[in-house]
């Protein structure tokens, strides 16, 4: 089992930007694949991004491709979602995962296995 702890989300204006953390501890070796994902209030959660920890591919939602960004430091264990261009229709809690597997293009939350607490974002208008 892995354990996550996410850090970074806030208060930001719409146009800015932030950055999440995802800390992984505990059985981190092995194929992982990290994932973000959201949930608005009265909304499903959705898949954001994923990342392949070994190779580092990554994948993208839609509403998301070419404003947020993805990456990982193996040394550090950490997970990072750079998030650009912000909309309020971003304002989200945002939850880092953990699935054991090779393909980032599996987005169904029920293929993770390991989740973290979620931090909240707001965007503002």
């Known amino acids: 089992q892995v354990q996550l702890v996410e850090s970074g989300g806030g208060l930001v204006q719409a146009g800015g930007s932030l950055r999440l953390s995802c800390a992984a501890s505990?059985?981190?070796?092995?194929?992982?694949?990290m994932g973000w994902f959201r949930q608005a209030p009265g909304k499903e959660r959705e898949f954001v991004a994923a990342?392949?920890?070994?190779?580092?591919?990554?994948y993208y939602s839609d509403s998301v491709q070419g404003r947020f960004t993805i990456s990982r430091d193996n040394a550090q264990n950490t997970v990072y979602l750079q998030m650009n261009s912000l909309k309020p229709e971003d304002t989200a809690v945002y939850y880092c995962?953990?699935?054991?597997?090779?393909?980032?293009?599996?987005?169904?939350?029920?293929?993770?296995?390991?989740w973290g607490q979620g931090t909240q974002v707001t965007v503002s208008s």
């Open positions: 995962a953990a699935r054991r597997g090779s393909s980032v293009t599996v987005t169904g939350a029920g293929e993770f296995e390991s």
């Open positions: 505990g059985r981190t070796f092995g194929p992982y694949v």
């Open positions: 990342v392949r920890w070994t190779v580092g591919n990554t």
